[in-house]
């Protein structure tokens, strides 16, 4: 196996591992596991509780940051767990308000908040926190899930839109699809989060990354850009940032990355003082998903990550300094 497949292969693993019902359903129920993942986890998950949370949106924000927030979770067809999930966003309006922060961007995925049982609960649920945002101006922007949920996602986003000015919508480039739904999107006039798309999915329907993809991505950055919609490019990848920049649009646009993710390249989006750049914060106790995405999409974050548990908990101090 050359170097190449056998790095496909462990993507293709840690994918995998992070789907595997199984994995996590022991995750939740061993702490014992969630403790010994959690040094290399750190890096990534600003803390489980709001007052962790805030410490660290407060200090970004005071280096030049915006900040995104986003509660942990899972897909889940538990009403408890999607309940918590809801009041979780409610209580996060009134601490944002409370603390005078400067208005962190709100995401979630709609199966968090119920469309795995029915697009009528996702809705209601989604509405609640809507509401609740749209009187504080917070702004609130939906992530898109795998394939097989599009329709429901985008047709959800499109009732909604339709009362909340403050809803925007992820897209993935990776899919197909993707350049008919711009269309569509760009038409509401909302805010358009840009992203390559982190799921497994079959190549009749979706693009393998390459330079195929980063070239979809310029398109389609391109279009909405030109549409003069809101908009984010929520990329990781050094290579194409420095395309987008090429091309002026880093001036139209905010570069959205995710906490603990190649720190190094949002501050050089903060240093050209065009749009300040945001840093989106993932909070919460349920972090096994995102964790393993974070493999995932870059297997050679599996060598920080053994080096972070075998330094067990310095990391989290070493790793605020880089921003
Ligand atoms: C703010 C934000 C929101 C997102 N929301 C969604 C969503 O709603 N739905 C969805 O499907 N996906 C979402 N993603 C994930 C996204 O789809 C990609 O999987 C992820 O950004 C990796 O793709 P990439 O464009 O960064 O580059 P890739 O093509 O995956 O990687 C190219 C290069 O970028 C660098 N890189 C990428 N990721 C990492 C990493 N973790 N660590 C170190 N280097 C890295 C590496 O140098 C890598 O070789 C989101 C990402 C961000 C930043």
Known sequence: MSDFEQREVTIRALKSFAADPFLREFFISSKTFQ???????????????????FGKIKNL???????????AGEETSSISEINIAVNEYINLIDSIEEGNY???????????????????????????ICQKAIKKDIPIIISMERSKWTDVILDIFFILRKKFSNLGITLQAQ????YDDVKEVIKTGCKIRLVKGVYDESRDISLPRG????????ELLREIADNNNIFA????????????????????????????????????????????????????YNWYLHFMHRLAEHPENIYQAF??????????????HHY
Do not use: W
């Open 35 to 53: 403790d010994f993942l959690r040094p290399a986890a750190n890096r990534y998950i600003v803390g489980e509780n709001h007052f962790e949370l």
């Open 61 to 71: 924000e005071h280096i030049g940051y915006n900040t995104g927030i986003e509660f």
């Open 102 to 128: 400067n208005k962190p961007q709100l995401g979630f995925d709609l199966s968090n908040l119920g469309s795995g049982i029915s697009k009528e609960i996702a809705i209601l649920n989604c509405e609640k």
């Open 175 to 178: 899919l197909n699809r993707t």
């Open 211 to 218: 330079g195929e993809l980063n070239k979809r991505y310029l």
């Open 233 to 284: 490019y929520a990329t990781q990848d050094p290579k194409l940032v420095d395309m987008i920049r090429g091309e002026g649009m880093h001036k139209r646009g905010e570069h959205e990355m995710l906490h603990g993710v190649r720190p190094e390249l949002i501050k050089s989006s903060r240093e050209l003082l065009t749009i300040k750049p945001r840093i989106s914060c993932v909070y919460g």
């Open 307 to 320: 080096n972070d548990l075998y330094l067990r908990n310095k990391n989290k101090e070493l790793y605020s």
